[in-house]
């Protein structure tokens, strides 16, 4: 009696199922988060917000610039809060403030004052052309010292805030959670974060980041080794230098990926080959002695 009335619920159940399959489309019943931002959360004095929508912001910069190292994406809401933090007062206190047409001067050698981590000419023009791209900023260009002349578009940045929170990120008890480095939340937006810590060259393929980040992982999981920003720039350097050497880049490095090495080697010329120290704790040294003794 008890498994007719299990395989009866069996069935209902796979009966269900197929109807919902039937009835609803797939983008229906797919696994699409709800939105959880709405312009009635946004606040231009909610301090908790602001910061989060910057880093929003940045995660939509790294998202477009797959070589460029995840390091930019708090660099990239830094700059963008600095910004904002000049306009406190009128944002706080003057709402037509957000249909502002002025211009502010932003010399970049006053920006590097101001940052925690210094930022080149290359990152201002690269996140300049980011906001311009979407509408966020307008920029008069000067060409000396570097001063640019910004004009936020206030209601155009909170739409883009708006938009990447939703995207990025979720609301849990009024507070911002980024939820793109967990395992099973928002896979379809974002990869797994890489070990890749610098900005990979322009003229890099996909097949070729790839590789990077493979023997970048061989290092750190076979042989243990740092690839602290410093080392991996080393490497990439290195991977350069045989470029011009009439190497192939993709060859160079697949040859470390399946000879499991530590550094990249000449395609033609012998090189003498770096292997990682061993680590000899006190059990192994006191080993060697009783054995020469």
Not at 47 to 70: D, M, P, T
Not at 193 to 215: G, N, Q, S
Not at 247 to 269: N, P, T
Request: aromatic letters at 12%.
């Amino acid at each position: 009696m008890l498994k007719a009335i299990s395989y009866r619920l069996q069935k209902l159940k796979q009966y269900k199922q197929s109807y919902l399959m039937q009835t609803y489309s797939i983008a229906d019943i797919d696994n699409t988060p709800p939105l959880s931002f709405s312009e009635s959360d946004f606040s231009w004095t909610r301090e908790a917000f602001i910061v989060g929508g910057c880093l929003a912001v940045g995660y939509a910069y790294r998202n477009e610039k797959q070589k460029r190292s995840w390091a930019n994406v708090g660099i990239v809401g830094e700059i963008l809060r600095y910004l904002l933090n000049t306009h406190n007062w009128n944002l706080a206190n003057n709402a037509k403030f957000l249909h502002n047409d002025e211009y502010i001067g932003m010399p970049l050698y006053h920006l590097q004052q101001q940052m925690k981590k210094p930022i080149s000419r290359f990152v201002w023009r690269q996140f300049l052309n980011f906001c311009e791209q979407h509408n966020l900023i307008e920029v008069k260009r000067m060409l000396t010292h570097g001063i640019n002349h910004i004009r936020i578009k206030f209601l155009n940045l909170r739409d883009f805030i708006i938009k990447q929170l939703n995207r990025w990120a979720k609301n849990i008890n009024g507070n911002i959670v980024f939820t793109h480095n967990d395992r099973f939340a928002f896979e379809r937006y974002s990869s797994e974060k890489t070990l890749t810590a610098i900005d990979l060259p322009d003229d890099f393929t996909h097949d070729e980041i790839v590789l990077f980040e493979e023997f970048l992982k061989i290092r750190a999981e076979i042989h243990h080794l740092n690839n602290s920003p410093q080392e991996q720039q080393k490497l990439l350097d290195r991977l350069q230098e045989l470029q011009k050497d009439n190497c192939d880049r993709k060859e160079v490095m697949r040859r470390a990926i399946y000879g499991k090495w530590v550094q990249f080697y000449h395609l033609s010329k012998e090189e003498p080959r770096i292997y990682p120290k061993k680590h000899r704790n006190g059990l192994h040294s006191i080993g060697s002695f009783v054995q020469r003794e």
